[in-house]
């Protein structure tokens, strides 16, 4: 390969400091060091999650950045000692990442293995530096993916190979948004056939949290938010019932209390606000209502409800990309999506090239879009 042990100048959405536009420029992608994998991103799409990043809200941001973690590509090297993927093959990387070693990655009670965490945290690759340059200044990696450019490094730890029919352009959603709502339903939260469920927040993690709600067969689901034009479009993904919060003048836990005589049996925050928090855990039924977050809440916010509230039999849970631990179960998850069984095209809303990747955060602000996938 002719860029093999060399560094790669490509096209690369940088995000100079926090409430800015991102910027398209030349950057400068060393290559893979022992353990690491150079990888041509062809698509990503966007996350709240990045959003979230850019608009200063992540107590972990660290700038100048490339953000993106919901991608797929091609890998074209790989550093010594990496045996998992190999040049040529399509893989997804992975902001949690499994290196089947640590304790958490022995214990079948999580998916967060903390092999790159901290380094993760920081904005760097396992060894303390960046392989991203431009205009001579470093730029950090994000979530250990960082899919916003033509090319990029990650750990081993962080990608798997998938099937080679893969269509990358639909797959590089199960980098993200669409595992963590699918998984919350049939993995965290454990959603039985019969059960009323509540979601929080209609967009593309919400509405794989319904996929997984009506795959576990639940016979309610109820949409929760607060812009109406998500309910049409919200019938496909299984949800069966909607309430707008500003419709009603009371609390919103109450009135779902009374339209389910009692409350619900799981709910889920999709939205990423504390308030919500509350509510979705006090809609749900006295006894055994399990309440699962999903949406990140911005740095300093705190979570409040009356402790009586779980003295009477509710839970609150959380989970990260839905509990699934990550390198072996991506892999599956693409193949339930080529033999039909997990819908992600429905979530593709918008298709477009990098250079409008600033439009595709605006389509999200405005709730436009689910999910607009980005070609690199
Ligand atoms: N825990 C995890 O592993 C992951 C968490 N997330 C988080 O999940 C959340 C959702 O992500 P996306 O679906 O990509 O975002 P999105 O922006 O596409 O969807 C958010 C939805 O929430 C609705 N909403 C806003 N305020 C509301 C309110 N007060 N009440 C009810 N609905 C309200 C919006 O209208 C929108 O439909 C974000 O906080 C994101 O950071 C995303 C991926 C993984
Ligand atoms: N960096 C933030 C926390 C952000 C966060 O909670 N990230 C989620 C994934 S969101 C994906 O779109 C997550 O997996 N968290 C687990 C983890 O180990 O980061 C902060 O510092 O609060
Ligand atoms: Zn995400
Ligand atoms: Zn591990």
Known sequence: MATQGKPIT????????????????DVEVAPPNAHEVRIQIIHTAVCHTDAYTLEGHDAEGV?????????????????EGVTCVKPGDKVIPLYIPQCKECKFCKSPKTNLCQKVRSTQGRGVLPDGTTRFTCKGKPIYSFMGCSTFSQY???ADISVCKINDDSPLDKVCLLGCGVPTGYGAALNTAQVDKGSNCAIWGLGAVGLAVALGCKTAGASRIIGVDINPS???VAKKFGVTEFVNPKDHEKPIQDVLVEMTDGGLDYTF???GNVHTMRSALEA?????GVSTIVGVAAAGQEIATRPFQLVTGRVWKGTAFG????????????EDYLNKKLMLDEFITHNMPLDQINQAFHLMHTGESLRAVIQL
Not at 10 to 25: F, H, S
Not at 284 to 288: I, N, Q, V
């Open 10 to 25: 490509c096209k690369a959405a940088v995000c100079w400091a926090p409430k800015t536009p991102l910027v398209i420029e």
């Open 63 to 79: 700038f100048p950045v490339v953000l993106g973690h919901e991608g797929a590509g091609i890998v074209e090297s790989v550093g």
């Open 152 to 154: 990029t490094v990650v």
């Open 230 to 232: 998500k309910f049409e």
């Open 269 to 271: 925050e999709c939205v």
């Open 284 to 288: 749900c039924h006295k006894g055994w």
């Open 323 to 334: 509990g699934w631990k990550s390198v072996d179960s991506v892999p599956k998850l693409v």
